[in-house]
């Protein structure tokens, strides 16, 4: 972590980045784009793959409940992570749980979770806006890029530890199981245990978006890169990185470009527009070659 700030610090010195990123909180924006970047490309080729954009968007707003509750336990407004993690996971496993378990169909069960995760957020943020300053809330609904800490870079860096480990030790199995669940069972592989697995990523990586998305677009980060990623590429491994590349190159220019046009955008607004520019694009591109 200190080692990309560092960098970051040169390159600005050297004239490549932009003048603005001399001030350490904008470099700590940088960084954090560079790690949640590729962490939101690479799970939501998964959720794509998988149907599962419906399931990210609930954790999302799960995560309003999470904050409340921690604001109403005594955590930091700014940091109430044990609280967030923790209400989103056993909404997520809870979820999943219910799921194998009963015959309503999937949509219909994740959409009751989705309503009620809103409902239990919007009365407790209610209620705990007395409390506390309105604008920390307005970071935790459209998300704030610029009031990443240290604290936030070293949960963020945590996450994509993990996730990156997993990927190289179960990332053929994790995907054989997203693509064909009955082979993947016939090679030995345990599907149950990666859609678990599978399961509490998306929660811990949502919940570690919060603050730069925002609890209400965090889901659409996941998906809009990768529904523009399987427009433009013909093969899995194409989708793959190119979805990471995607999700990178918004977070990126979602911090820098409302900076240097000065415009009062927030970052997890400006990263979803410029993300649904990248999918409009790539709609018009697919259009035109159809007619040709």
């Given amino acids: 972590m200190e080692a990309l700030r560092n960098w970051a610090f040169e390159m600005q010195a050297q004239g490549t980045l932009p003048s603005i990123f001399e001030y350490g909180f904008l470099i700590n924006a940088l960084v954090a784009a560079l790690i949640i970047g590729p962490l939101l490309g690479g799970m939501g080729s998964l959720v794509v793959i998988k149907r599962l954009a419906f399931f990210s968007e609930a954790v999302g707003h799960a995560a309003l409940t999470g904050i409340a509750i921690g604001i109403l336990l005594g955590e930091p407004a700014a940091h109430p992570y044990a609280s967030l993690f923790s ?18 169909p999937y949509d219909a069960l994740v959409g009751v979770f989705l309503a009620v995760a809103i409902a239990m957020g919007a009365a407790l943020l209610l209620y705990v806006a007395r409390k506390v300053n309105v604008h920390i809330l307005e970071n935790v609904l459209f998300g704030s890029i610029l009031t990443v800490q240290d604290q936030d870079l070293f949960i963020l860096a945590v996450i994509g530890a993990i996730c990156l480990l997993l990927t190289v030790c179960f990332g053929n199995q994790a995907l054989l199981a997203s693509l064909n669940p009955e082979l993947a069972q016939v090679n030995g592989i345990n599907t149950r245990l990666f859609d678990y697995a599978f399961v509490v ?18 889901g659409a980060m996941l998906l809009i890169p990768a529904t523009t990623a399987r427009l433009v590429t013909r093969n899995i491994r194409q989708f793959f990185w190119t979805n990471i590349l995607l999700s990178t190159i918004c977070c990126l220019a979602g911090i820098i470009l409302p900076m240097a046009l000065e415009l009062p955008v927030p970052s997890g607004a400006a990263i979803v527009l410029l993300a649904s520019l990248g999918f409009v694009l790539a709609v018009i591109t697919n259009r035109i070659r159809s007619f040709t």
Wanted: overall charge positive.
């Fill in 87 to 104: 209400f989103c996971l056993i909404f997520a496993l809870l979820l999943h749980w219910i799921k194998s378990r009963t015959q309503v």
């Fill in 201 to 218: 990523l998306i929660a811990l990586i949502t919940v570690a978006a919060v603050k730069i998305a925002g609890a209400i677009l965090v």
